[in-house]
Nanobody, 127 residues
Framework: QVQLVESGGGLVQAGGSLRLSCAASGLTFSRSNMGWFRQAPGKEREFVAA????????KYADSVKGRFTISRDNAQNTMYLQMNILQPEDTAIYYC????????????????????WGQGTQVTVSS
């Protein structure tokens, strides 16, 4: 049974930082392409960042480029999202997603590329 568990969300002031973690189990993490998505109230889920199996290919949404950093530790079956210079528009539920089936290393921004999702962690940025 695949499980993705996010942690690290919370309330932070604008300009602050948070580090999200996604702990994965029930899949071969080192062979899974991974991603972060977010959903703000009243909006659709949107792509934030993605990282390939090896970690060598990374993609970011334009809105977070230069502020957020995605990384992974295959030995710990964990993915991270370091979020700096947070803004109120970053307020959302952040979801971890896994694609263990593609079979090759890629970083996809497409929602449909991912087979498994976590329950999400709330990030709230106050102005």
């Amino acid at each position: 049974q695949v499980q993705l568990v996010e942690s690290g969300g919370g309330l932070v002031q604008a300009g602050g930082s948070l580090r999200l973690s996604c702990a994965a189990s029930g899949l071969t993490f080192s062979r899974s392409n991974m991603g972060w998505f977010r959903q703000a109230p009243g909006k659709e889920r949107e792509f934030v960042a993605a990282i390939s199996q090896s970690g060598r290919t990374i993609k970011y949404a334009d809105s977070v480029k230069g502020r957020f950093t995605i990384s992974r530790d295959n030995a710990q079956n964990t993915m991270y999202l370091q979020m700096n210079i947070l803004q109120p528009e970053d307020t959302a539920i952040y979801y971890c997603a896994a694609d263990p089936r593609t079979g090759y290393s890629t970083a996809s921004s497409a929602y449909t590329s991912y087979n498994y999702w976590g329950q999400g962690t709330q990030v709230t940025v106050s102005s």
